[in-house]
């Protein structure tokens, strides 16, 4: 059995080296996120809003607080996607270039609030998609698409992985929400056969086998403003499996805003689902761990 999970750990901090920091000195929500990973135990784990440093030293640093709490992971997977990156345009409409929205991915400074992927298993061949265009001629990844293979003991099978753009913060054109619909569209896509040229310069279509697509996708089936037709396929593309267990359930707290389901964990049809569940805890993130035990 292998437990997969994703786990948006609202890690994004206001400035680079914040995280670092911020692990160094154990503060109370590194240790309570680190608590929430140990007690679950996952095998495959996709860390969501993680800041991205270019050394990979916070992640690093944060491996090492899993290894005191047991939880060891030997192999990971942090390219460089699009979390604030600069874009070269006045997307914000405020006449200048620098502002928060700026970005290919929003974030205050390049890296912040990425994606990272832990295995206690090797992981092979990866392909990543953050060079894929939108509509408005910009990458179209909120932070990036993943396509890793993890080498289980009982056989490959591959993480498909993403964290989609929120579909708020914009205007009447709803900018973001078309933009966050593009994104999850990609996963039908690509599930479907399309062959996308990726950041190597690859132009494949998906190599098929035993899969789990997993993430913050920023939308819920039912609430909140995301477009709901692209996330509804996706849950019931003859590939995937939304599991029984998981859905309906809230997986993000926004106080005010309500609970929604948000994050992911779709395994494919190939993949026997033996169990499942969320766990949050709110010293630690306003998002829960999502986790899925499948047999090969």
Same mark, same amino acid.
Request: glycine letters at 12%; hydrophobic letters at 45%.
């Given at each position: ?18 995280? /670092? ?29 993680? =800041?991205? =440093? ?62 990272? *992927? *832990?295995?206690?298993? +090797? ?11 939108? $509509?408005?001629?910009?990458? *179209? ?11 289980? +003991?009982?056989? =490959? ?14 205007? +009447? ?13 990609? /996963? ?5 056969? $399309? ?9 494949? +279509? ?35 499996? =939304?599991? $029984? ?8 707290? /926004? ?25 949050? $805890? ?15």
């Amino acid at each position: 059995m292998l437990r997969v999970a994703t786990y948006n750990v609202s890690l994004g901090r206001n400035g680079p080296g914040m995280l /670092w920091k911020a692990i160094l000195d154990r503060d109370v929500q590194i240790m309570a996120v680190a608590g929430v990973i140990a007690e679950v135990r996952p095998d495959v784990l996709l860390l969501t809003d993680f =800041d991205r =440093d270019y050394d990979g030293v916070a992640l690093a640093a944060f491996r090492q607080v899993l290894a005191a709490e047991g939880m060891d992971y030997p192999y990971s997977f942090a390219p460089a996607g699009n979390a604030g990156v600069p874009a070269g345009r006045d997307l914000d409409g405020d006449g200048s270039d620098t502002g928060w929205r700026d970005t290919l991915g929003f974030g205050k400074f390049r890296g912040n609030g990425a994606m990272a *992927l *832990l295995s206690r298993y +090797p992981l092979g061949e990866a392909r990543t998609f953050a060079k894929v265009a939108g $509509e408005n001629g910009l990458p *179209l990844a909120y932070r990036a698409f993943w396509d890793v293979v993890v080498q289980a +003991p009982d056989g =490959d099978f591959r993480i498909l992985a993403s964290h989609a753009t929120p579909p708020v913060f914009d205007g +009447p054109e709803d900018e973001n929400g078309r933009r966050n619909a593009a994104e999850i569209r990609f /996963w039908l896509r690509y599930l479907d056969g $399309e062959a996308f040229t990726d950041d190597a310069g690859l132009q494949a +279509p998906f190599a098929g086998g035993d899969f789990v697509l997993l993430g913050d996708l920023n939308n819920d089936p039912v609430q909140g403003e995301g477009l709901k037709p692209p996330l509804l396929a996706l849950l019931s593309h003859p590939r995937v499996q =939304d599991v $029984e267990g998981l859905r309906g359930i809230p997986t993000a707290d /926004w106080g005010d805003i309500g609970r929604m389901r948000v994050d992911y964990v779709l395994p494919s049809r190939s993949l026997d689902v033996v169990d499942a569940g969320v766990v949050m $805890e709110s010293d630690a993130s306003n998002h829960a761990l999502v986790r899925v035990d499948i047999r090969q």
